[in-house]
């Protein structure tokens, strides 16, 4: 197979992302679909699969070819968490490899010219779960009818469809290619079309078209309208077509499994997709494994559950102190309990909120003065030994060091704990005057109590903020850490209600050049710690408010800067630039990182790494990984 590191090149350069030039002879039929062939409900599995299916060579990387059949079992506690079935399978347009390189998956081959001309070829003959075939028109349909629709898409299409705000042309070339050509590089699309939650530019067009205006007899409409109980048809092609989250099960897909239940439930079962495009190098059609079984738990009995034995494979929910439990429980319920390394930027950040509605508060707040006293201000080492036994890094917020952009110089600034120092920035700042208990007051003469939301979903993080609070009064600052829902807890925050928060680092710290440094920078309004300035830059200023800091306004005017870069190393000059100024600035204030997140997996699944790298971004947490080549192995059943 032929990959080519995802980078613009030069202007005039073209490049290709290829897939394998071969197809492999013959094809091994899953025995779940063999009644289905002989009875002749579906064709064999040679004239399922694309002419050119994606060839997964497992004994080149050290795994096993698999055996078809079982159920994975997997706990969620939410609903919404069956999008974490498409975020594992990672099935995309192209793909990261375990080198952080692009590659095609779902496409045959992407052309690249000067950065900005993009090529895309699709497999010959692959078809969505349904048989019906995947082609150019799904793509058009996409952009025509939805993107480019003000009814369905009031703000335009994606923003990675928009760098510096400009949309591309758009032109179906053939039945099995289209090309989109902007007039400046557009270095954010193809890992954009590879994110852990991807940017969709296709649709099932064969399906979807019943529900758009433009295609479905009006009373026909009216009438899935009325049955669907919601407000016009545009609710309804919103709640029919979302990939991400496949809540309808009639939606074809692309994705290895395909959910089988609709809403509402407390057990969801996806069943492998006859027409999936990947094969191993036996000519076994993937994925083995014949469905997933997602069980709907409450998230604080999760970890009892997965000890007892009702996982096969679980991490989301389970937490470093949940380690020593598990491991005592390995052997009587048949598991094993790896470790890997989390890889987000910082695993726990306090994430001042720049456009806090409270102006004493938000004046404070954005004084690097206060941001560095209060980073100076926490024991990392303390943290780190209490909580993680010591097998964390003491970090600010950057990039990990398997990231090829990381320096030591920007994961210590200000990592030191030091609260002379931290002491000496707020007498300068002017909070020298001290209640009774130490506490400093602000200018208007309140006390300086600040409180930091959390979603409270994690008790290391509570554990590792209450000696943050510990520490924080020692300088004068009193913490008051109040949990409350997710959705509430972003409400606050971008309603200016917040002063601070505390939540991960950068999402993918993990990052190459190539890869959107937008978490370092205002691009939407769930940015913590700038939410207005996101949704300024997100609604191109229709909306929230311009970014008045100078080096925010910087980060804002480097990003644009690499969405307009046409070679690697200028995109790499820029993330070194964005980083130095984090280090500098403390827009989030990184208290540790790469931390231990327990990997629960049954003793009869094969090809799952003992140790890998536990990062949303790139890959989906277990995507990098290939769980279409996830197999259980019978033989082992007695284990």
Known sequence: MR?????????????????????????????????????????????????RPRVINLGESGRMPGRYGGTLRML???????????????????????????????????????????????????????????????????????????????????????????????EVIDALTVRYTWDVPNPGFLPALAAAQPVYIYMPAHYMRQFHTSYAEK???????????????????????????????????????????PLPSEVFVFERNPYYHRVDENGRQLPYIDNLRLSVVSSQLIPAKVGAGDSDLQARYLRFDNFTFLKVAEKRNGFLTHLWRRAEGSYIALQPNLNASDPVWRSIVRDVRFRRALSLAVDRRDINQVIFFGLARESAMTV??????????????????????????????????????????LPDGRRAEIIVESAGESMEETDALELVVEDARKVGLRLLVHSSHRDVFRRRISGGSTVMSVRPGIDNGLASPDMDPQDLSPTNQNQFNWPMFGQ????????????????????????????????????????????????????????????????????????????????????????????????FDQSAAGQ
């Not at 080096?551 to 800067?561: A, F, I």
Request: with cysteine.
């Open 3 to 51: 990959t080519a590191r995802f980078c613009t090149g030069f202007l005039g350069v073209a490049i290709a992302l290829s897939a394998p030039a071969s197809r492999a002879q013959s094809f091994i039929e899953p025995p779940m679909f063999e009644a289905e062939v002989t009875a002749q409900n579906m064709p064999p599995v040679a004239e399922r699969l694309p002419m």
């Open 76 to 170: 969620i506690a939410d609903q919404r968490d069956i999008r974490l079935a498409v975020m594992y399978s990672y099935a995309r347009l192209v793909t990261y490899n375990t080198k952080l390189q692009l590659e095609p998956d779902i496409l045959d081959k992407v052309d690249i010219a000067e950065g900005r001309i993009f090529t895309l070829h699709i497999r010959p003959g692959h078809r969505w779960s349904d048989g019906q075939p995947f082609t150019s028109e799904d793509f058009r349909y996409f952009w025509e009818d939805v993107a480019n629709n003000p009814r369905l898409s009031p703000g335009g299409p994606p923003l990675q469809l928009r760098p510096l705000g400009r949309k591309p042309k758009f």
């Open 219 to 261: 009373g026909v409409l009216d009438a899935l309208i009325k049955k669907e109980k919601v407000r016009d048809w545009e609710a309804l092609h919103e709640r029919k077509s979302r990939q991400f989250r496949p809540e309808n099960p009639a939606l074809p897909s692309l994705d290895p499994w395909r959910n089988t239940t």
């Open 400 to 441: 990990m060091p398997e990231s090829p952009l990381y320096d030591d110089v920007f994961a210590s600034s200000y990592a030191r704990f030091d609260p002379l120092a931290a002491n000496r920035l707020l007498d300068e700042m002017g909070l020298k005057k001290r209640d009774f208990d130490g506490i400093r007051f």
């Open 536 to 631: 300024w830059v997100e609604t191109n200023g229709k909306e929230g408010q311009e970014p008045d800091m100078e080096g925010v306004k910087e980060l804002v005017h480097l990003r644009n800067q690499w969405l307009a870069s046409s070679s690697t190393e200028e995109r790499r000059v820029v993330w070194k630039k964005m980083l130095s100024i984090h280090a500098e600035q403390l827009y989030s204030i990184g208290i540790i990182s790469g931390t231990l997140q327990p990997v629960v997996v049954s003793q009869r699944l094969r090809n799952v790494p003992a140790t890998a790298l536990y990062a949303y971004e790139p890959g989906g947490y277990f995507g990098l990984t290939m769980p279409d080549s996830y197999w």
